[in-house]
């Protein structure tokens, strides 16, 4: 059974930084897809940042590019994404995803190629 326990989420100013955490357990995290999505409230679910297995490739939403990395360490199962330079509207509960078949990542910004999601972890930053 596949477990996504997100971690560092919290309350921070206009400019700062976060950096996120998400422990995966379950599954060989090394042949799958990891990725961060948001869901800010009254807003649907958006795609954040998505890593690939094997080379590591990285994809961004617009919104977030420059001031985002997603980065994985599979020795230990974990995938982390560094906010920078935060604003107002990345306020959102952030989800931790995994994909849903082992070497498999043919549409990154789409929540389709992902099948198990951690509860989330709350990002609020204020002005």
């Known amino acids: 059974q596949v477990q996504l326990v997100e971690s560092g989420g919290g309350l921070v100013q206009a400019g700062g930084s976060l950096k996120l955490s998400c422990a995966a357990s379950?599954?060989?995290?090394?042949?799958?897809?990891m990725g961060w999505f948001r869901q800010a409230p009254g807003k649907e679910r958006e795609f954040v940042a998505g890593?690939?297995?094997?080379?590591?490739?990285?994809y961004y939403a617009e919104s977030v590019k420059g001031r985002f990395t997603i980065s994985r360490d599979n020795a230990k199962n974990t995938v982390y994404l560094q906010m920078n330079s935060l604003k107002q509207e990345d306020t959102a509960v952030y989800f931790c995803?995994?994909?849903?078949?082992?070497?498999?990542?043919?549409?990154?910004?789409?929540?389709?190629?992902?099948?198990?999601w951690g509860q989330g972890t709350q990002v609020t930053v204020s002005s």
């Open positions: 995803a995994q994909g849903a078949r082992a070497f498999h990542y043919s549409n990154p910004a789409a929540g389709t190629d992902f099948g198990s």
């Open positions: 379950g599954r060989t995290f090394s042949s799958y897809a």
């Open positions: 890593i690939s297995w094997g080379d590591g490739r990285t």
